[in-house]
């Protein structure tokens, strides 16, 4: 069994920073790509950030130059460095691994339980 638990997650004022992390334990035999994605209210999950086994990175345009994804292979974990926080960033942020544990051959997708990010104005 594999489980995703983040944390980081609060209320900041705009413009200000917050950082989100998210540890996988359990059975791992590997993780390939990790990433983040977001929901608000009333909308669609989408893509924030995504980073590769070779860390390369990509990004929503609507967070590039503002957000940072990084990752500790060692620990199993992403974080999500989040400056110049705007109000249109508020939403639920979940991450996101592809991970073959050892009950598997190939990968899967695991999700965290996702952690509340508010941004007032």
């Known amino acids: 069994q594999v489980q995703l638990v983040e944390s980081g997650g609060g209320l900041v004022q705009a413009g200000g920073s917050l950082r989100l992390s998210c540890a996988a334990s359990g059975s791992i035999f590997s993780i390939n790509a990790m990433g983040w994605y977001r929901q608000a209210p009333g909308k669609q999950r989408e893509l924030v950030a995504t980073i590769t086994n070779s860390r390369r990175t990509n990004y929503a345009d609507s967070v590039k130059g503002r957000f940072t994804i990084s990752r500790d292979n060692a620990k199993n974990t992403v974080y999500l460095q989040m400056n110049s926080l705007r109000p249109e960033d508020t939403a639920i942020y979940y991450c996101?691994?592809?991970?073959?544990?050892?009950?598997?051959?190939?990968?899967?997708?695991?999700w965290g339980q996702g952690t509340q990010v508010t941004v007032s104005s």
């Open positions: 996101k691994m592809v991970i073959r544990d050892y009950s598997r051959s190939y990968d899967a997708d695991y």
